[in-house]
């Protein structure tokens, strides 16, 4: 323990306490983008009838992925990205 002499607990209630704050506030941070973003994904799937925003920016980053390639082969995704985010902007 950082600061703790041997038999002296005293700053482990501080630090848990802090650790404790800190992982409420990421839950909640994480409570409110489930939130926000699911009736987004839900609204859009259903007018679009594929899916929504979430599944196509996933469903490219899952294409480059599966590429496959020559294993001395080293390409960059970038391009590919790119081309796929300015033809999906702009439809």
């Given at each position: 323990?950082?600061?703790?002499?041997?038999?002296?607990?005293g700053?482990?209630?501080?630090?848990?306490?802090?650790?404790f704050?800190?992982?409420?506030?990421?839950?909640?941070?994480?409570?409110?983008?489930?939130?926000?973003?699911?009736?987004?994904?839900?609204?859009?799937g259903a007018?679009?009838?594929?899916?929504?925003?979430?599944?196509?920016?996933t469903k490219?980053?899952?294409?480059?992925?599966?590429?496959?390639g020559?294993?001395t082969?080293?390409?960059?995704?970038?391009?590919?990205?790119?081309?796929q985010?300015?033809t999906c902007?702009?439809?």
């Amino acid at each position: 323990l950082r600061g703790c002499r041997h038999g002296d607990r005293g700053g482990d209630r501080v630090t848990l306490q802090r650790a404790f704050s800190g992982a409420t506030v990421h839950d909640m941070f994480n409570m409110l983008t489930v939130v926000t973003l699911l009736p987004i994904e839900i609204i859009f799937g259903a007018i679009e009838g594929h899916g929504g925003p979430l599944y196509w920016i996933t469903k490219v980053f899952a294409d480059v992925a599966m590429e496959t390639g020559g294993a001395t082969e080293s390409r960059s995704s970038v391009p590919f990205l790119a081309r796929q985010c300015t033809t999906c902007s702009i439809c």
